[in-house]
């Protein structure tokens, strides 16, 4: 059946964004309880370009608060195998909780024989989660450079990344841990692998690990779970946080895909990533901010992987804000609207490949409630499945959303914007500049400078019509210096 859109007027949209967000910040607590701390966000900036000593302040300041959501899980048996059952809610851990946690793996991997020095590259393969956090926030203690690779990578591919940057230890979860092992084989920089939501109760997750062991053995590889280092790390010596302020010190290696060539990795300096902690480059409710405008509460469903710009970015940017980040139950996004429902995310990251997703559902629902009675109003029908997706579904708090990492259809967008009552802003970045533009336009900042050129041999010319053509150039606070390694395309 084809549907008509609804278009309702931005005044009168944003109208009733205003009165969705007085209603939430009246009656909801988890929601008033998120709000940003402008005297948190302040000091974070004065800390500013030192990473370490940004994310302490964040982390030890929101120390009470809930940072990390997971679904909470139980242990079943079915046919004389434990597996792992999902429960219908989210459970959390604190920010003081995740950076003690992060400070005693820093700690395990320090004082033990295998070692780890700040400048040592670590390596992280897997979706992400709460363990995925705490491994990078060890990086982070540690003075290390985090290098996210991308899951479902053959270990051929990962191998020849791992050959370029030599990690001295490769954080893996369990489904990815055969590939984690066949690379720390390969490359002989890794001295250890460290297990990333591991439970030894699970039978599948405890003959991973021991086949791990076993093929890791000729090489002399260590092989824990993070929870092991973890429990171990608290019985030693705290490490302290880098020493030192050095904005051009390399932070952070994220690959490309290769889908143009070979993987490049992008260096992100410390003033880059520092960026996404401080408020540069989004708002964590500084005094700084528009005093006429409510500390905004940033509570977040990551199903994005944490080796691309926009799962990390997503992270950084809400704990930056002091909020929650949920973190969808299966990579392979089959539980994701039951996740969203759970989370109640105030703030929606989307892609467009979810965008239509969610259109493809909630049109289908249109459909079956208008054949129940054929005497419905089809539009009555329509506004009644949509108000019930955006509180049922989408949990009723989404005060923002934005769509990102490829081009979506406009009336996809369109769609997803009326469901949700909110403007989805239309977000074009590059790993090698962060964001470009907003619905279209520049953004200013993070870009400074920018121009058009033209290519003739692709018939590209900044006079053509109706819209001029060529190659955009930028100067961005965020654009990295280079690429790993690679002076040869480094422009």
Known sequence: ????????????????????????????????????????????????????????????????????????????????????????????????????????????????????????FFATLGFAGVDYVIAELATIRLGAIAVPLQAGATAGQLSAIADEVEPVVLAADVDNLPVAVQVATHCRSIRRIIVLDYDGAIDAHARALTAAREDAREVRLVVRPLNEMVDDGVQLPEVPLPDGEDPTRLATLIYTSGSTGT?????HTEQIVCGAWTGALHRTGTSSEAADRQAFPVITLDYLPMSHLAGRGLVFTT????????????????????????????????????????????????????????EKDEEQTRRAVLERNRVEQFGGRVLAAMVGTAPIAPE????????????????????????????????????????????????YFSTDTPHPRGELLLKTASIIPGYYKRPDVTA
């Open 1 to 120: 059946m084809t549907h008509t859109l609804t278009i309702d007027s931005e005044h009168e949209r944003i109208s009733r964004l205003h009165s969705r967000f007085q209603e939430l910040h009246d009656n909801d607590h988890a929601f008033r309880a998120a709000e940003p701390d402008s005297a948190v966000a302040d000091a974070a900036q004065e800390l500013a370009p030192s990473l370490a000593r940004v994310i302490a302040e964040i982390m030890e300041r929101y120390a009470q608060r809930p940072a990390l959501a997971r679904r909470a899980r139980e242990i079943v048996s079915s046919g004389g195998e434990r597996t792992r059952r999902l429960l219908p809610r989210f459970e959390t851990i604190t920010y003081g909780e995740a950076w003690n946690d992060a400070g005693a793996l820093a700690s395990a991997l320090t004082h033990d024989d295998v070692g780890i020095a700040p400048g040592d």
């Open 263 to 267: 993987p490049k990795g992008a260096m």
């Open 319 to 374: 704990l930056a804000a002091g909020g929650t980040v949920h973190f969808t139950a299966a990579s392979d996004l089959s539980t994701l609207f039951e996740d969203f429902a759970l989370a109640r995310p105030t703030l929606a990251l989307l892609i467009p490949r979810v965008c239509e997703m969610i259109r493809h559902t909630v049109l289908a629902e249109i459909d079956r409630e208008l054949q129940r009675s054929t």
């Open 412 to 459: 996809v967008k369109d769609f997803v914007t009326e469901l949700l009552d909110v403007h989805v802003a239309d977000n074009y970045g590059s790993t090698e500049a962060g964001t470009v533009s907003l619905d279209g336009v520049v953004a200013r900042p993070p870009v400074l400078e920018y121009k058009l050129c033209d290519v003739p041999e692709l018939g």
